[in-house]
């Protein structure tokens, strides 16, 4: 079963607007973390941002906010104010109790207009 | 600054000849990690090390092996490369249950 759902292939997102990529997830552990990974054109991964299942309060990284919807099981990235610099593909990622591996996403290939 | 280093970036190799891709990291971590990604998929996971410790993922092919000869250094091996392994290999470490950091990446072309 697929651990991890990214159901937005491509979005389009007008500069200085802000976009939410939705991220929903699987899981029967109590204890887990949500991570969201920027990755441009030039291939690296970048972190971004990481939610704890027991945090208390959704993750903020300046422009970057996850909202943490724990019964809903979702984790939606906002990005605020939107640069040219953000196109890119993002990936949701979720690390379960005890394991140090990753699940992710399929992705989230974001384009931003000028 | 560089914390997680591979190298080459670009490596080009023949089908069936053998390659190695190398991973180092300034950040001390104890695991390090081989995914392997092809266009516009997520990465896969190949195998990760916890210290010494090699973990292997079950769907990883017998072509792909690796090596660890310390903390800092980590080899991706590809013994007899097929066209289906031209990909993007990233390597990562993390210090254990937080989040991963990422090479750069070495895109990998089979001709």
């Known amino acids: 079963a697929q651990k991890i759902t990214q159901t937005q292939p491509g979005m389009f997102v007008q500069e200085k607007e802000a976009v939410t990529l939705d991220c929903t997830y699987d899981?029967?552990?109590?204890?887990?973390?949500l991570f969201w990974y920027k990755q441009p054109s030039s291939g690296e991964m970048i972190f971004l941002i990481y939610?704890?299942?027991?945090?208390?309060q959704n993750a903020t990284e300046g422009r970057y906010s996850l909202n943490f919807q724990k019964a809903r099981k979702s984790a939606n990235l906002v990005i605020s104010a939107s640069q040219l610099g953000d196109s890119a593909m993002y990936f949701c990622?979720?690390?379960?109790?005890?394991?140090?591996?990753?699940?992710f996403g399929a992705g989230t290939t974001v384009t931003v207009r000028a | 600054d560089a914390m997680v280093i591979q190298n080459p970036r670009y490596q080009v190799t023949q089908f069936g000849k053998p390659v190695t891709l190398s991973c180092s990291q300034t950040?001390?971590?104890?695991?390090m990690y081989w995914y392997q990604q092809k266009s516009s998929q997520a990465p896969k996971l190949l195998f990760h090390?916890?210290?010494?410790?090699?973990?292997n993922e079950a769907d990883t092919p017998d072509n792909f092996q690796s090596r660890r000869p310390n903390t800092s250094f980590c080899f991706l091996d590809i013994r007899s490369p097929g066209l289906g392994d031209a990909a993007m290999y990233l390597c990562?470490?993390?210090?254990?249950?937080?989040?991963?950091?990422f090479g750069p990446g070495t895109r990998l072309t089979v001709l």
């Open positions: 939610q704890g299942s027991y945090d208390q």
């Open positions: 990562a470490t993390s210090s254990g249950r937080g989040e991963q950091f």
């Open positions: 950040l001390n971590h104890n695991v």
């Open positions: 990622a979720m690390r379960e109790n005890d394991d140090y591996k990753l699940s």
């Open positions: 899981t029967s552990d109590p204890s887990y973390g």
């Open positions: 090390y916890y210290d010494k410790d090699f973990n």
